[in-house]
């Protein structure tokens, strides 16, 4: 019993010891926490001397700042005054722009976003040295400023938006890049109205002829015929040889030759019993003189090139990614007539395209509902041909070129069966002829001998 008493005893002497500290750490008060800045100094406290605050607790503060330590106090730093912009500089109707320094003032139109400070910008300081120059065009090789008028040819071409640009394009091919871009120094600029050129006597000499081609009225209705025609066989040689008088080419696989116009219609009568004989466009093609000619023909192609996986997941689970091949020929024509109209220069650019055959590509396009699907996407596989030349010769002869054998401009759409494995794409020799049809309103002496021969093809 004596020790149970003295159990109790001692458990009511450390609950009253306990009790006890709690009632006094009760009645002391807190102690205050110090006060916190204010949210932004007002433009007095910013430009004029720190005041003191008082809060409700009594506690006294100074207002934030900068500040520096002398002689083991606290200063507070000068700091210039921020200038606003007055309202009455801003235009009516545009927001307030900020500028280094400054605090944007005034209403903001409804609606407008909020503008950001904007940071001067300094222009980057120069690498290179510059300098202003002499103020004067140098002509220490003997450069001439001289001014050509072309609004004779301007004013009669209305078959493009920019005629002057033939002439520019001339003039560059006859003179080369080169010399308007290095050493000495050469200006050349053209306009609907006129040609600039700042060059030596010698160059200005070329571009005086180049021009006078051009404007040459003369040469106004001056025409020019183009025939496109494919064989299946180059075989044609054998026959019309001694008639071909052979001309100098730069492009691989192509070959050029000169004929009388006698024997180019003599010659195109006899094609055209061939069975292989294909002949793309109209026959009778005309071309005026200095204005560039375009001809083209061609299918196009689609196919499956790719795939694209959908976020989503709806079925199938993937997007079609659609190519297309243009299978065919382009050919362009820019002719230009000499000033005694005897000899015509003319570039000539042809590009063949063919697809040989598509390779298929299986892709996984696994789905929820389908998780071993396969897409098929296909590769083209294709071959071209490439002709980009400049050809001069005598207008009272005809010019033809071969490109070779290659693939055919149009697939052949008879209707024949293809075998795989023994049968590949169509194959054929294009034949270019270009020839001088004179001025508008004049036949050709050998037009009539060809109509005849194609009248009586194939009757007897």
Not at 82 to 97: D, F, M, V
Not at 128 to 153: C, F, H, K, M
Not at 166 to 194: C, F, M, Q
Request: net charge neutral.
């Amino acid at each position: 019993m004596r020790a149970r008493s003295f159990i109790l005893r001692s458990i009511t002497f450390l609950a009253l010891c306990a009790l006890t500290a709690l009632i006094a750490r009760a009645q002391v008060p807190p102690r205050p926490l110090p006060a916190q800045p204010a949210a932004a100094p007002t433009g007095a406290q910013v430009g004029g001397a720190q005041q003191l605050s008082t809060d409700a607790d009594g506690m006294k503060w100074r207002s934030p700042g900068g500040v520096v330590r002398t002689s083991g106090t606290l200063a507070p730093v000068s700091q210039p005054p921020i200038q606003p912009l007055p309202t009455a500089q801003l235009p009516a109707g545009q927001p307030a722009t900020f500028t280094q320094g400054t605090i944007p003032q005034g209403p903001i139109p409804q609606g407008a976003a909020p503008q950001t400070p904007a940071m001067p910008v300094r222009a980057r300081e120069p690498i290179a040295r510059v300098s202003a120059g002499p103020g004067t065009l140098p002509n220490d090789a003997g450069q001439e400023w001289r001014e050509y008028d072309i609004t004779p040819y301007t004013a009669r071409v209305s078959s493009t938006v920019k005629p002057e640009q033939a002439i520019l394009d001339w003039i560059l091919r006859e003179t080369g890049y080169e010399a308007w871009h290095g050493t000495p120094l050469g200006i050349l600029s053209v306009d609907s109205r006129r040609v600039i050129v700042y060059h030596t006597p010698p160059m200005q000499a070329v571009v005086q002829d180049i021009v006078d081609r051009f404007v040459n009225s003369e040469a106004e209705s001056h025409v020019f015929g183009m025939r496109v025609v494919t064989l299946g066989s180059p075989d044609w040689r054998s026959k019309h040889h001694t008639v071909l008088h052979p001309v100098a080419t730069q492009s691989q696989g192509t070959s050029a030759w000169l004929m009388a116009k006698e024997d180019f219609a003599l010659m195109v009568a006899d094609l055209r019993r061939r069975s292989d004989f294909r002949e793309h466009g109209t026959p009778h093609l005309m071309v005026n003189n200095g204005q560039s000619k375009q001809v083209s023909a061609n299918q196009t192609r689609n196919y499956v090139r790719d795939v694209i996986l959908k976020a989503d997941g709806s079925w199938p689970g993937y997007e079609p990614v659609m190519g297309q091949f243009d299978e065919g020929f382009k050919l362009e024509f820019n002719p230009l007539l000499s000033i005694d109209g005897t000899v015509v220069d003319a570039v000539i650019r042809c590009d063949v395209d063919q697809v040989e055959k598509m390779v298929p590509v299986m892709i996984d396009v696994p789905t929820t509902a389908a998780p071993r699907q396969r897409q098929k996407v296909e590769v083209s596989q294709g071959i071209s041909i490439r002709l980009h030349e400049r050809f001069r010769w005598p207008t009272d002869q005809v010019l033809l070129i071969s490109l070779g054998v290659g693939p055919a401009p149009i697939p052949d759409a008879s209707g024949t069966l293809s075998v795989p494995l023994l049968s590949g794409p169509p194959r054929a020799e294009m034949l270019i002829f270009v020839e001088s049809r004179g001025k508008v309103g004049v036949q050709p002496s050998a037009l009539p001998a060809q109509r005849e021969a194609s009248l009586y093809q194939n009757r007897y």
